[in-house]
């Protein structure tokens, strides 16, 4: 299945369940989704519930707040998640705080959907990643599709959940062929143990897990049995599952695209250190984009986030300094 | 051993067990069947006992606490022996430390409570439990996990890397083979690799000899593990892949003469070969959807070698004297073997006349139409028995084979 075919069944079935819910978002409706996210919608389900939106990201998640609080279940649509910024009052200054502030009067029933991440050649301001922003703010759910089977269970979750969840998926992941499993006992908060090893845990998310799974192949050829995590909700952390894989193995990768100053690498290792810092056997490693705003040049685009080469010599350069 | 004792399921509405009181202490000795705590569920407070004796390891959860079912709440050291007053005394002296450092711990807790309570509510109410060091950390450049495996074997990190014994940083890896080396003399270790046996089946507390764990091996009834050679692998696949063959068996007897100095297997061999001169068909081989039949008599012959089973192939066989495939016998017995060696026969041959067998049935080889096995040679007659495959070879015609090879063998 397609990965963007997953979220789009997730939410057609939503809407054909549920009048409330609703899609709105810029060429979310004629267009079919700068995606083909929403595609066919409109006609199923007509403007009234797939709504075109002018330009203007406050406005797109200022109202899907205003509709969630008057009772529907809005999913706002964010091109890219650069534009996410221009969004920022209404995400962080209301959604994440209403329902405290209203002492659980109000419930924020509404789901923010952006694709992030470098894809080709989209430059600085179409190419940056804001997980760590978003998984920051208490009050918000952060969940990280990087899979068919995720984005199809996860964010029919995030539809249902009554509160607000920032929904990230990556853009060069829609196109993407993915098995897809039938799962009964879905839980959005846990995260997912792609390959069972027991030398090192390597975490991450999104677009990178394909990334590590390409370099593990190598890895395995030079005898490294790697076990690989996807993390799947950034906020929260399934801290239980990287423990728990953490105390078996004794060694532990974080790969992010992200920059790495401050990343959702940082956040990951401050956790493990509380948790099991007496079960490492070496410093945590962290594999992350270089601290520069992500370039044109296809060559230099890819100098500064992890490719599967990079991810393999970094490992093996840890290893040898480590002694490990 | 460790024997964990659980929070029991009571009943099937509870999910939650409230422990009201100990029983039992650290360091006790507790017999099977004791009670050691009392527990309150939804419904009845009933007592727990333990189906295991041994000395109280550890407790793991206070009175009062309430606690998931089926978790762990106490911990049961099942080699330890019954305890004496004195080694008590110390422990307990050990645990007014403990608990000092645990109260200390709960007060600095309860400050963190709301922190806690809203982080839990956070983590889905996903229930962890925060390990407390019960140990303190040795000195020296080690990794975490290095110290923490030091520690519990109060191992000094700073004073042998001084000495030079013990590596800078100390990995997990390296205080491992630290204590492997310190408590097992080199022939133990050499079992506990063979049999797969974890280190801390033992007590460490002395050094423990080869006998000691082939005591244990003949107690547990370990078994050994042995990884397979590439050759007995070889020989998994092929013999399960002659499975696969629609076979069928001759059974016959011939009359053979032996000769002063050539292996019988060697007349064997030359008889085979010219049979398989007068009938094609036991020179074939199936490809696909063809019969490939080719001129010479190459014959695989069962070798068993220092290093495993194999069927060596003695090529142009019919074209060979007595002589030459006498000694090609005894060469490839321990010559090195290459593909020729081993590839481009049609049929076979297994010969266990020697150790005593009246008759046997053997298994095809590879891509061969057939194989004869021979038993002992009893009053100048040898009983075979032919393995055929129907797909290339008739009964006809193996029959045949077998006659032709029955007349050609007397006049040899």
Known sequence: ????????RAIDECMEEDESVVILGEDVGRYGGSYRVSEGLISKYSEKRVIDTPIAE????????????????????????????????????????????????????MVVRMPGGVSRQLAAQHSESYETLYSSVPGLIVLSASNATYAYYGLKWAIKSNDPVIFLEHELLYPMEMEFKEINDFDPFRAEIVKVGKDLTILTYLKMRYDVLEAEKDLAKKGIDAEIIDLNSLRPLDIETIAS?????????????????GGMGAEVVAQIMEKCFFDLDAPVLRIAGEDVPIPYNRKLELSVIPTPEKIVSKILKWKAENGI | MEYKVVMPVLSDTMDKGKLTKWYVKEGQFVKEGDKIAEVESDKATMDIQTFKSGVVKKLLVKEGDEVPVKSVIAIIDTQAKEVKNEKLKVKSDKQIKNEKLKMENDERKKNNELKIENEENENNKKNFTFSTLHFTLPKGSASPAAKKLAAKHGINIEKLQKENKLQIPAHEEDIKEFILKKYFTPAALKLLKEYQIDENEFRLNHKITKEEILNYIENKNIPKTTPLTPNQKAVIKTVEGALSKPTYFIFNEIEVVKKEGIKLTAVLIKALALAMQKNPLT???????????????????????????????????HKKTLQEINEWLKTIKTKRLTLEDLSGSTFGISNLGMFDVKRFTALINDKDVGIAAFGSLIDGKIKVTFTIDHRILNGVEAAKFANDFKTIIKEI
């Open chain 2, 283 to 317: 020179r074939s081989i199936l490809k696909v959807d063809k019969l490939l039949t080719y001129p010479s008599s190459n014959i695989s012959v069962a070798v068993a070698r220092k290093d495993g089973l194999y069927m060596c192939v003695i090529k142009n066989a």
């Open chain 1, 245 to 261: 894989s953490i105390k078996k193995t004794k060694k532990c990768v974080i790969v992010e695209e992200d920059h790495k100053t």
């Open chain 1, 58 to 109: 406050l406005s797109i998640v200022g109202n899907a707040i205003g509709m969630a609080i008057a009772g529907l279940r809005p999913i706002a649509e964010i091109m890219t998640e650069n534009f996410s910024l221009l969004a920022m009052d209404q995400i962080i200054n209301h959604a994440s705080k209403l329902r405290y502030m209203s002492g659980g009067k109000m419930t924020i029933p």
């Open chain 1, 1 to 8: 299945m397609l990965y963007r075919s997953a979220l789009n």
